[in-house]
């Protein structure tokens, strides 16, 4: 079943670090560009970080920059996101996507994860 | 940085044509993509490269894109459309993602 699954959401306070988890399955996972993209509550979708098939290239959003990493390991079909100085701005649902295109990046998504809830309060 | 503008929310009747537009600099120069989101589900993309729709998704739904506006037209409008819709473009001049607003369609 061509899927992905997030995992790794959770509660933390400002200033402390999550990671998140996205498992692929179904699909050549190592041939496709892969991106985070958030959802704030009741709010709109927000780019995170877009890394290439093999890892070597990776885009940040500004507001992300310096605080998040992306990585990916093609053996084990999986994608990551270190969040580290999380802010309450952070909170959100963040989804991992597939780019549509295998083999380069076309920079739009075609398969989408459900989804984990990350909130940042003290 | 690039800026993608869509209305907040458009309402229109069952059997009517819904339209959602997209305004950017020059949008008619890049590739436009939208997503429709229903409450609790993730987005699907249902328009991309301006025109083309994925399979399963209906020729209901139809894309242009001219100038500085991208247009998601919804034909023939069903209950089942009622959902938030986004547009997306790459800005290559920043190697950004970048995603509208969204509107929210309500189906009267």
């Known amino acids: 079943q061509v899927q992905l699954v997030e995992s790794g959401g959770g509660l933390v306070k400002p200033g402390e670090s999550l990671r998140l988890s996205c498992a692929a399955s179904?699909?050549?996972?190592?041939?496709?560009?892969m991106s985070w993209i958030r959802q704030a509550p009741g709010k709109g979708l927000e780019w995170v970080s877009y890394?290439?098939?093999?890892?070597?290239?990776?885009y940040y959003a500004d507001s992300v920059k310096g605080r998040f990493t992306v990585s990916r390991d093609n053996a084990q079909n999986s994608l990551y996101l270190q969040m580290n100085s999380l802010r309450p701005e952070d909170s959100a649902v963040y989804y991992c996507?597939?780019?549509?295109?295998?083999?380069?990046?076309?920079?739009?998504?075609?398969?989408w994860g459900q989804g984990t809830l990350v909130t940042v309060s003290s | 940085s690039y800026v993608l503008t869509q209305p907040p929310s458009v309402s229109v009747a069952p059997g009517k044509t819904a339209r959602i537009t997209c305004g950017g600099n020059?949008?008619?120069?890049?590739?436009v993509h939208w997503y429709r989101q229903r409450p609790g589900q993730a987005p699907v993309l249902v328009i991309y490269?301006?025109?083309y729709r994925p399979s399963g998704i209906p020729e209901r739904f139809s894309g242009s894109n001219s100038e500085n506006t991208a247009t998601l037209t919804i034909s023939r409008v069903e209950a089942g459309d009622e959902a938030d819709y986004y547009c997306?473009?790459?800005?290559?001049?920043?190697?950004?993602?970048?995603f509208g607003g969204g509107t929210k369609v309500t189906v009267l």
């Open positions: 996507a597939r780019d549509s295109c295998s083999g380069a990046g076309c920079y739009h998504f075609e398969l």
């Open positions: 179904g699909f050549p996972f190592s041939d496709h560009y």
């Open positions: 890394v290439s098939s093999s890892g070597t290239t990776i």
């Open positions: 020059n949008i008619g120069s890049k590739s």
């Open positions: 490269y301006d025109t």
């Open positions: 997306q473009v790459w800005d290559s001049s920043s190697d950004h993602v970048v």
